[in-house]
């Protein structure tokens, strides 16, 4: 007879009636050895545990049944690593890059002269870290031995902190003025690919190396946080105004690589995150305390696009303040007509890269939200055609950029079919498409949306209307005043 473990569906049919019941009995009475302890789930789902870095192509070629060759278009892949490899993924790169290992060992030696950097003492501190390391990746990574790993982390990081300038160059000696400045010219000259470089999320080192090996050159009084972010200041989308990083210490609880810092200034505080799905039931709260778990209603995502939210009466206005990927909807005063408040929205040719990963990161990370997927969500459905760009470059949401209004609408849609369909999207997305929606299908809306459409397409026309109608009210009553004048002088001479 078969092993009980070893039956399928087809061996159990096949089983004499004895047989296949003792085997039923059997599964149940077995004990389930991979479950979750509480406190294990709610971490995970945080973002407190499991890896925060991914390998993204094979995950992507896998989920698109994607055959990489010499014809597969880049379209089809997220951005490939162009200077730098940071961190085991690329460690065996096939195209030659400007900044190798070789590279990185002269910056560690002039770190060795001139901060008296010590990279036996910084090696032993990493091999006590090293489980928590590699706990980071996906990938455990079993031939990369422990020695050449934690090199690998010095390397990194080493040129990590170098390129981010985070060293205090402003005071250096002299004597290797000329070391210094042979280093830092090759990397001044690539700089925009190396940063872009830095926020790939399969090209990553834990922030705690990079920490570490900061503080062993002694850096200057700065904290590091700011230096890092200071060096994205001219990358879009641009920094959240109101998010500064205060006492920043232990930075590797809270951040846990590049990337995650990048997202954490990008976004707007407390909005976007993905609720869990469990509530208290407020008649047994205190007595028996249970968690349970409500389905939330499949609200489609739907948003008319800008051209269609102007039938009825939305307006779209530029927003200026705090978060560039934050938009609001709000009804006016009678409900008759709404105001859309969208950030400027700058692309450039690397914002494709940015983008691509700002979702890849929020996709695999549930703990840090989902902000940037969706506002290319909501953008998605707002721009569906070259006009809807249009109306929103004439509102100053789209700035004039390469881009055009063709190539703004193909952006979010190569986005969005790629990496955002299928998604679960917050709850802070599905309130702001029932509020958009509910406001487009009121009737009054869409007749005053109308309205100002036909007779009033622009300002101008409305203002020349508007000087008429007073310009006729005082021919009208000088007229008035005339004829009553005329009649007074009649009366008078009689």
């Known amino acids: 007879m078969a092993e009980d473990q070893g039956w399928g569906l087809s061996s159990v049919a096949e089983a004499p009636n004895d047989d296949w019941k003792h085997w039923v009995e059997k599964q149940l009475g077995r004990t389930d050895h991979n479950e979750w302890r509480w406190v294990e789930l709610m971490e995970k789902f945080c973002g407190q545990s499991g890896p925060t870095i991914f390998k993204l192509e094979s995950r992507l070629q896998s989920e698109y049944k994607i055959e990489v060759d010499e014809h597969t278009d880049d379209r089809d892949l997220l951005p490939a690593v162009r200077a730098v490899t ?121 922030l705690f190396a990079i920490e570490q090996l900061y503080a062993a050159i002694g850096g200057f009084p ?37 990337l995650h810092l990048f997202h954490w200034s990008r976004v707007p505080e ?19 305390v249970r968690l349970q778990l409500y389905k939330k209603n499949d609200l489609p995502l739907y948003i008319p696009s800008a051209t269609e939210l102007l039938k009825s009466s939305t307006v779209f206005r530029k927003k200026t303040l705090d978060c560039l990927l934050d938009i609001t ?9 709404a105001e859309m408040n969208i950030p400027t929205l700058h692309l ?16 695999n990370y549930t703990g840090n939200g989902r902000c940037v997927t969706a506002y290319s969500m909501c953008m998605s459905r707002i721009l569906q055609n070259e006009d809807d ?47 958009v929606t509910e406001h487009h299908k009121r009737r009054i809306s869409n007749c005053y949306g109308e309205l100002k459409l036909r007779y009033f397409p622009n300002p101008w026309i409305t203002f020349s209307l508007v000087g008429a109608f007073v310009l006729f009210l005082l021919s009208l009553l000088q007229t008035i005043y005339t004829v009553l004048g005329y009649y007074q002088t009649i009366r008078t001479t009689k």
């Open 86 to 206: 940071i961190g085991p993924y690329h460690r065996n790169c096939k195209h030659p890059l400007k900044f190798d290992d070789d590279y990185k060992w002269k910056v560690i030696r002039y770190m060795v002269r001139e901060r008296s950097f010590n990279p036996i003492s910084f090696l032993e501190e990493m091999e006590k870290k090293e489980e928590i390391a590699r706990k980071c990746y996906d990938e455990n990574f079993p031939e990369l031995q422990s020695k050449d790993f934690r090199v690998m982390l010095m390397l990194d990081g080493a040129f990590i902190v170098f390129a981010l300038d985070a060293f205090g160059n402003r005071d250096l000696r002299s004597e290797y003025l000329m070391d210094y400045m042979g280093l830092h010219i090759e990397v001044w000259r690539s700089m925009k690919q190396i940063k872009l470089d830095f926020l790939m999320l399969n090209n990553q080192i834990p």
């Open 222 to 258: 700065k904290n590091f946080g700011e230096v890092v972010l200071s060096c994205f200041d001219d990358l879009h989308p641009k920094r959240n105004l109101n998010r500064r990083i205060k006492n920043y210490s232990g930075g590797y609880i809270e951040f846990h690589h590049l």
């Open 270 to 288: 407390g909005k976007y995150r993905m609720d869990l799905g469990l509530w208290f039931p407020e008649d047994k709260y205190g007595e028996d």
């Open 329 to 337: 909807f709000e009804d006016g005063l009678t409900e008759i007509s």
């Open 348 to 363: 450039y040719d690397y914002s494709k890269h940015v983008f691509s990963n700002l979702i890849a990161f929020e996709t």
């Open 389 to 435: 760009a249009k109306l929103l470059r004439r509102r100053g949401i789209l700035a004039s950029t390469n881009y055009k209004d063709a190539d703004a609408v193909k952006f979010f849609e190569n986005l969005i079919s790629r990496q955002v369909e299928g998604q679960v999207m917050p709850d802070d997305l599905l309130q702001l498409c029932t509020r």
